[in-house]
């Protein structure tokens, strides 16, 4: 009997160490844990301090630097002192360079003009080019993205060459950030990569390279439709929704062509373009596709608008009253509309159809003529 | 001379600073939301104002709007923007803004506009 509560004291005091064991480790690893998050917010607040610190101090002397420079004759020396400080101090740390690149960048953003070169020149002699270059060595996406992205925001033209390796990465955003940078940077031929670019072009890349180029001198676009034959479907819809944005005239001529494309998109943002472009001269070309297209709603849609803004209401306005007569209802309803505002010839048509056809385009004809829907 | 700037860029903010008052145009007051603008502007007498469109609580629109129909005050306002849409430029100009500036902008120019709307 002793002998058995001996063992079992023995086993309980072995199975309590086991606990006590297992409670230490525990709560030592909570310490650890709960130490780790101090330290690390410690860390944080400490960071972000010195960056508070730093940001200030760079936009108080950028500051200087860019309005007295620009508005007065500032000794050499003075510019010569403020160089040295910032060099300095760009050069102790990569936080510093951080922050020094961060506020150029948000600077350049909302300043143009001298001042705005100012900033880029800044950008070189504080060898902050270096930098960013030094990021597109690193293993990280992200990293050379960023570096991609303060490249091609502070204009440094001589990275080019490098940037355009990356338009043919396997990461997209990487792909993305290079063909936007070369679109700013690449002032020879902004879009020539796009000649044998094969990926993708997304509408958040079509929406930037528009911004980029409408801020760019008129005269310097490039011909859109030069890419209107490429192999690649999204260079082609990217080319045509340009020479659509940008209302290039030139590519009128090649337009026709592109109706009868095997992609429906292409023939579609075609008839489009035609008709943001006021291309009365292919009114005729377009109406000889009304049998290819008949099926398709959204093409029949879009050849009818398209006649109603360009074409001949004497010629054409037949063509879209055979529209009326159109499976699809938004067919129909766009062919009532382009009638109802051609002239008073083709409103007679309709309302001469709508009463063959005892009203039933009544609704849509009530809709167009509603004056506060116009 | 007292200008209220207000746009949620601090680098931007401390820049105009900078030049307005290397210019002698006065005190410079800085609001980098709409909120702290509207109620600088309920509390002070601006000789003019500068503002952006888009910032946090109101924007520059509603300020212009604000000014002129609630406060009453023909106090001459400068937009700027990075948007410089038609519609939005118009849009500005019918509530009663007196200028606008699309971002990015040349300092030295708003520095002239400013010295043209307060008669200097």
Known sequence: MNEQSSFTAIHATSEVRIFIILALIFFTAAILFVGFILVSRFTKNKRQEKEAILRNYFQRTLNAMIIMETTSSVPASSHVFKLDTLRT??????????????????????????????????????????????????????????????????????????IRTYIVSDNRTLREESLLALVRLDNEGPLSFLDQYSGTISPWMRINIHYHLSKSDARKLPQFSRWFSSSNLDVVLFALSMARQFRQSSAIPFLTALLSHTDTRVAGLALETISALEAHELADGITQRVEAFWTSEKLSSRMVRCLGRIGYTSEHKYTILRYLDHPEYTVRFNAVQALYKMDDEARQLLLDFNTKMNGILSGAIEHVSEPLLQ | MKILVCDDDEALISMVRFKLSRENFGEVIKAVDGREAKRLLEENDFDLIISDIHMPFHSGLEIVTHVRQVLKKKTPIIILSAEGLEETVLQAFDIGANDFITKPFSPAELAIRVKRLLNL
Do not use: C, F
């Open chain 1, 89 to 162: 101090m760009t050069g102790k740390s990569s936080l510093a360079r951080q922050v020094m690149v961060n506020q150029l960048v948000s600077v350049k953003k909302s300043i143009s003009g001298s001042s705005s070169k100012i900033l880029e020149r800044l950008y070189i002699e504080l060898d902050l080019h270096t930098y960013s270059l030094g990021k597109l060595k690193r293993d990280s996406w992200q990293k050379k993205a960023q570096g991609i992205r303060e490249l091609a925001e502070l204009n440094y033209q001589p990275a080019v060459e490098t």
